[in-house]
């Protein structure tokens, strides 16, 4: 009933910046925590950042003050400002949002497909 759609990956060059955003579509009566994850090489999923439905944020250490996450309610999306990218960020990243539909009256937990950002020169 509900789809996270991811978009704004790519190739980039270490120290450039990138937006990923990600919107929700279907039956949504309400979308409560968003967020980013993501998954390197060789590597376990990992937190990115998240931000409440009041836009409270919270980021991962190796992220703070390159990585500015938002969200548009209207829109149902959340978008990922990534600077000073560094070979590090490499990974595919996901989308993950709690969204209530407008027949239900839980919070059900969703993710993406997935976006690659590669950071190579």
């Known amino acids: 009933q509900v789809q996270l759609v991811e978009s704004g990956g790519g190739l ?3 120290g450039g910046s990138l937006r990923l955003s990600c919107a929700a579509s279907g039956s949504i009566f309400s979308i409560k925590g968003m ?3 993501r998954q390197g090489p ?3 999923r990992e937190l990115v950042a998240t ?3 009041g836009s409270s944020t919270n980021y991962a250490d190796s992220v703070k003050g390159r990585f500015t996450i938002s969200r548009d309610n209207g829109k ?3 978008y990922l400002q990534m600077n000073s990218l560094e070979p590090e960020d490499t990974a595919v990243y996901y989308c993950n949002a709690d969204v209530r539909w ?3 009256y839980v919070f059900h937990n969703y993710w993406g497909r997935g976006t690659q950002v ?3 020169s």
């Open 76 to 78: 149902n999306t959340v």
């Open 42 to 44: 060789g590597k376990q």
């Open 12 to 14: 980039v060059q270490p």
């Open 118 to 120: 590669t950071v190579s």
């Open 102 to 104: 407008t027949s239900d």
């Open 51 to 53: 931000i409440t439905s």
């Open 35 to 37: 967020g980013w994850y």
